[in-house]
Nanobody, 123 residues
Framework: QVQLVESGGGLAQAGDSLRLSCAASGRTASNIGTGWFRQAPGKERAFVASIALRGPTGSTNYADSVKGRFTISRDGAKNTVYLEINNLRPEDTAVYYC??????????????WGQGTQVTVSS
């Protein structure tokens, strides 16, 4: 089992940038990928980005709605995956979750989840 802890969320203004972190512990050697999802009030959990953790350069996937503004990256030495969010918009307001065990766009493919970090963007 992989344990995940997100951090880096908070209150921001439109146009600001944030970097979210997802630190993994436990059986990290068996983890093939990590994804970021977000859930806004009253909405379903939505895929944001994912990254493969095997190989020299992890392949990445992004939701169309965040391409160009969000960047997912990894630091293998720290067992940490990052989500850089640029040019924040009020519609980015949500709880952001990281998940381990896959790099699918489907949240059901993941086996471990963090507790989430709140991102609130004011206009």
């Amino acid at each position: 089992q992989v344990q995940l802890v997100e951090s880096g969320g908070g209150l921001a203004q439109a146009g600001d940038s944030l970097r979210l972190s997802c630190a993994a512990s436990g059986r990290t050697a068996s983890n093939i990928g990590t994804g970021w999802f977000r859930q806004a009030p009253g909405k379903e959990r939505a895929f944001v980005a994912s990254i493969a953790l095997r190989g020299p350069t992890g392949s990445t996937n992004y939701a169309d709605s965040v391409k160009g503004r969000f960047t997912i990256s990894r630091d293998g030495a720290k067992n940490t995956v990052y989500l850089e969010i640029n040019n924040l918009r009020p519609e980015d307001t949500a709880v952001y979750y990281c998940a381990a065990g896959s790099y699918s766009r489907n949240w059901k493919a993941y086996s471990s989840w963090g507790q989430g970090t709140q991102v609130t963007v004011s206009s």
